[in-house]
């Protein structure tokens, strides 16, 4: 990842910086009156990303065991004064699991749910929102529907389930559940609801947004998390605003300095990092009334020295620890932003993969529901876009490459069984049409058949045919043979408003019908040998009779 460097320079930068700035520090402390400077520190709370898009059963029992990814995670954060970004994908696919959620995944959401932090939800899977903003998408992507993932076998009996976190909302004295009736099934509001307690804040990577991102960002958030560097009016705290959007300003070389200190892996190298990084909160905070700093999101939670490192920043006297709905806003300056958009190379990727999501879904009409394919798709979609993996030049072109090709793979699904020459021996038959589905759920397809040469005209031209799911069925299209010959049949599958399917199969079909095929011929000599075989033998008969007679 190309933050460790700038990381270590910065420590670097700082150390040199840090006897000073102790000793300001200091001497503010004993000449100043005014309060300590509020900061803030913000984490996001996510895990590595999944090619689907949620976790299984088996994922989240791993992560929410007693040394668990997630229980370390939370660990860290829990009742400190730290902002948590709360990635929707784990709050929901616990709740999907129903009934067959792990205990221990049961009992971390309740955990999560009882905590003092100031929270907002992340992006699904903590996708990267900017990316795909630049790549051309009028709007930010968010999850369709989960209605795909919803299994009633494990909603059955409410008596089985696991007792979870209440729905945010719901009074049980007003909404009175009849004992004997089973749980409802859960909804996509109701998966992804949470008790979260500040408004919708966006959270794009750091120094990845461009002006022209904001007027989208604010039809869907009220407020930005920006870094400091992608903006170029400084503001005194950590607040500002820019067109519609409310800015909270993380501080760059602060976010930089806690991230490099919580990546360490030596006591000495942790002690060296930490005073940079304390000698420089206590240096902003004498020229800022608010601080904001942000952890870099491909650090690590649960193999970080996170929980010492929060313990001693938040403990610097310089500053008071408050979480993000502490700050007021109502004189945030107007700010402007420094366009830094993202890696060309990477903007060409996310618009291919944006391009196929289109493709499948106008692909996907010709299934029975094809909402629930659509949804799944962009699910997958979002984790692909997981900002865990946006930096890693191994993790993410293998994603986005195993999107691409199971998106090749969806759009082939249905498609003409390819067979040898035809031969139509009558004047009038069926040509039959083999069409594979290996989509799981029934696809309706018109099948069209164009000839060549007209030597052989199709009566149907646009037969209606339904396959079941993973398998094959046969159609057949009414033909009439006008002239002998060779045909060339151009035959391919389309929606009901014409849209084609798929690619065109191309099936060579010899004509031999009608009276003037060989086989009529040679019929016809057949019968007029009999014919001419009657008559002289009646010839013959007579001849014998009058000889006989004479």
């Given amino acids: 990842m190309t933050f460790r460097p700038l990381a270590a320079a910065l420590v670097a930068a700082v150390g040199l910086v840090l006897p000073l700035a102790v000793t300001s520090g200091a001497v503010q402390a004993e000449t100043s009156s005014e309060p300590p400077t509020e900061m803030s520190v913000i984490v996001a709370l996510t895990v590595p990303a999944t090619s689907s898009g949620i976790l299984d059963s088996e994922t989240l029992e791993d992560y929410t065991g007693e040394f668990g990814l997630l229980t370390r995670e939370l660990d860290a954060v829990i009742d400190r004064p730290v902002t948590i970004g709360i990635d929707p994908m784990i709050v929901a696919s616990i709740r999907l699991l129903g009934s067959s959620a792990p205990e221990s995944a ?50 059955g009996d409410a008596a089985e389930q696991p007792t979870s976190t209440p729905t945010p909302g719901s009074d049980p004295t007003t909404d009175p559940v009849d004992p004997g009736s089973p749980p409802p099934l859960p909804t996509t509001e109701s998966l992804l609801e949470w008790d979260y307690t500040l408004p919708a804040l966006v959270w794009p990577r750091m120094d990845t947004v461009v002006a022209t991102d904001l007027p989208v960002l604010a039809a869907s958030y009220d407020g930005a998390i920006v870094s400091s560097s992608n903006l170029a009016t400084k503001a005194e705290g950590a607040l500002a605003t820019a067109g519609d959007l409310e800015m909270v300003v993380a501080d760059t070389t602060l976010s930089g300095l806690l991230s490099a200190a919580v990546e360490t892996t030596t006591v000495e190298d942790w002690e060296t990092a930490i005073a940079a990084l304390d000698a420089a909160v206590t240096a902003a905070a004498g020229s800022s009334t608010s601080i904001v700093l942000t952890l870099d999101r491909g650090v690590s939670l649960a193999d970080s020295d996170l929980g010492p490192t929060l313990d001693r920043i938040l403990g610097n006297p310089s500053i008071t620890p408050v979480g993000l709905s502490a700050f007021d806003g109502d004189d945030a300056p107007v700010a402007t932003i420094v366009d830094m958009p993202q890696d060309a190379d990477r903007i060409a990727t996310v618009a291919r993969l944006l391009a196929d999501e289109q493709a499948e879904a106008a692909f996907l009409q010709i299934a029975a529901d094809p909402a629930l394919l659509t949804a799944q798709r962009r699910i997958a979609l979002l984790a692909v876009f997981s900002s865990s993996i946006a930096d890693d030049d191994v993790a993410w072109p293998a994603s986005a490459l195993t999107f691409e090709e199971r998106s090749a793979s969806i759009r082939s699904a249905v498609q003409i069984v390819r067979s040898s020459a035809i031969t139509l021996w009558a004047d009038r038959g069926s040509l039959p049409v083999v069409v594979e589905n290996n989509l799981s759920q029934a696809v309706t397809v018109y099948i069209r058949v164009r000839p060549s040469l007209p030597l052989l005209r199709v009566e149907d031209d646009f037969v209606e045919l339904t396959i079941e799911p993973n398998s094959q069925r046969k159609a057949q299209i009414p033909v009439q043979s006008i002239s002998n010959g060779d045909v060339d049949l151009q035959i391919s599958l389309h929606q009901l408003d014409d849209v084609p399917v798929g690619d065109t199969t191309h099936v060579r079909t010899t004509v031999q019908a009608g009276w003037e095929t060989p086989v009529t011929i040679v019929a016809a000599v057949l019968v007029g040998l009999v014919f001419i075989a009657g008559i002289i033998r009646t010839v013959l008969k007579r001849r014998r009779l009058r000889e006989e007679a004479e």
């Fill in 106 to 155: 049961v009992q971390w959401l309740d955990r999560l749910a009882l905590a003092s932090n100031d929270t907002f939800p992340l992006s699904w899977a903590d996708a990267d929102v900017t990316a795909a903003l630049q790549a051309g998408s009028p709007t930010v992507l968010a999850p369709l529907s989960l209605d795909f993932a919803i299994d009633s076998s494990r909603f």
